[in-house]
């Protein structure tokens, strides 16, 4: 048995492996349920515990979108809007990008769908930049 968490923090269950399939680990829990729970839905530790122990890759899938509003300049806010669904969530870097160069990071502050609010109070995002997401997030992004 073992203690797993989301990539929240929030949220624990005391249970052991059983398989990793199609993105899926399956939790066998102390009372005998089964219970799935997607790959990036855990946390940056649990994930790392599974490749260590189970081999199980972490994949790094960039995840594209572009700038479509830059809210309160004092803030550094922006809207981004991704081409598929994005698993964002506070806390989460996003890279941004301008002609195709690395222009710096901005953190998630709110996410829902394919729409990501996201800030940096000294860079400035312009309408049209590329935005990107890397899953799963570097060490220490996990609210």
């Known amino acids: ?4 968490t989301d990539s929240s923090g929030k949220y624990t269950v005391e249970a052991e492996f059983v398989d990793f399939e199609d993105g899926q680990v399956r939790l066998k829990k102390r009372d005998g349920k089964v219970i799935p729970i997607a790959l990036k839905r855990l946390s940056v530790a649990d994930r790392k515990h599974l490749q ?3 081999g199980i890759e972490l994949e790094r899938k960039p995840v ?3 700038v479509t509003a830059v ?6 806010l922006c809207e981004i809007h991704f081409t598929d669904p994005v698993d964002a969530f506070k806390g989460q870097a996003v890279e941004l990008y301008r002609d195709g160069v ?8 709110a996410a829902r769908g394919q729409d990501v609010v996201a800030e940096n109070a000294i860079l400035r995002a312009k309408v ?7 899953e799963p997030p570097p060490d220490g992004l996990s609210p």
């Open 1 to 4: 048995m073992r203690t797993w």
């Open 52 to 54: 260590a122990k189970f």
């Open 64 to 66: 594209f979108g572009r």
């Open 71 to 76: 809210g309160d300049k004092r803030l550094g």
């Open 102 to 109: 690395l222009i710096g990071a901005f953190r998630v502050v």
């Open 128 to 134: 049209g930049d590329e935005a990107r997401i890397v």
